[in-house]
């Protein structure tokens, strides 16, 4: 009694502990004098990792290009940045019997921003982040069980939306007008790439 007791209580705290979804009404951190331009996503080269959903290149593209117009293009600055993105491997999970904490779902994508003004990329080297479901009360005990395979492409995607901004106002002095003008100085990059070719070390986000 006293086990089952406990149990109930740490799904009850997993619960109430989840993180909510993001109110995107609320206006965003500063971002200097960012404003989204291009929101370019290319899936192509995308793994299903281990025993997986199958989902297409169309799909994740459709799903990250929305959810970070939704919550990148709230920005309203002067100067335009266009954020390139590569899906580089996912697994969606399969239903299966409901075990506490199961394994998530898991998407792995590799970001770099360009300036237009400047022509050149912002960030050193490309981004890579491996995005897993936000703990929800339908995931509590698997997604796979809960969930249909758009709702698990769309939840990664607004997550993957969500740490793509934050990491942009983690680095929001890249968007200064000092920064800009530093960058105005030097040589034009001959094209902007439409992904990061190579990624840099993997930032695991929930």
């Known amino acids: 009694m006293h086990l089952r007791a406990a149990f109930v209580a740490l799904v009850a705290a997993l619960v109430l502990g989840a ?7 609320r206006p965003p951190e500063p971002l200097g004098e960012f404003q989204l331009g ?18 297409t290149a169309e799909e ?5 290009e929305a959810a970070v ?9 002067d100067k ?11 697994a ?15 998407l ?13 990329i912002v960030n050193a080297e490309p981004r890579r982040f491996t995005i897993f479901e936000r703990l929800a009360p339908e995931t509590v005990l698997g997604s796979g069980l809960t ?21 942009l106002v983690e680095n929001k002095a890249w968007f200064s007008p000092e920064a800009a003008a530093a960058r105005a100085l030097l040589p034009p990059m001959d094209t902007a790439p439409a992904v990061p070719a190579e990624a840099g070390p993997a930032d695991p986000a929930d």
Do not use: F, M
Not at 19 to 25: R, V
């Open 19 to 25: 993180c909510a979804a993001e109110d995107l009404s």
């Open 38 to 55: 291009h929101n370019i996503t290319v899936a192509r080269n995308a793994k299903p990792v281990g025993p997986s959903r199958k989902a």
């Open 60 to 64: 994740w593209e459709t799903a990250i």
């Open 69 to 77: 117009a939704r919550n990148i293009g709230r920005y309203q600055g």
């Open 80 to 90: 335009l940045y266009h954020i390139g993105i590569g899906v580089d491997a996912y």
């Open 92 to 106: 969606l999970a399969l239903p299966g019997v409901p075990i506490l904490l199961s394994p998530k779902s898991v």
């Open 108 to 120: 792995v994508v590799t970001v770099s921003v360009w300036d237009d003004t400047a022509r050149r």
């Open 147 to 167: 969930q249909s395979r758009q709702r698990q492409i769309d939840n990664l995607a607004a997550n993957a939306a969500r740490h793509i901004g934050n990491w």
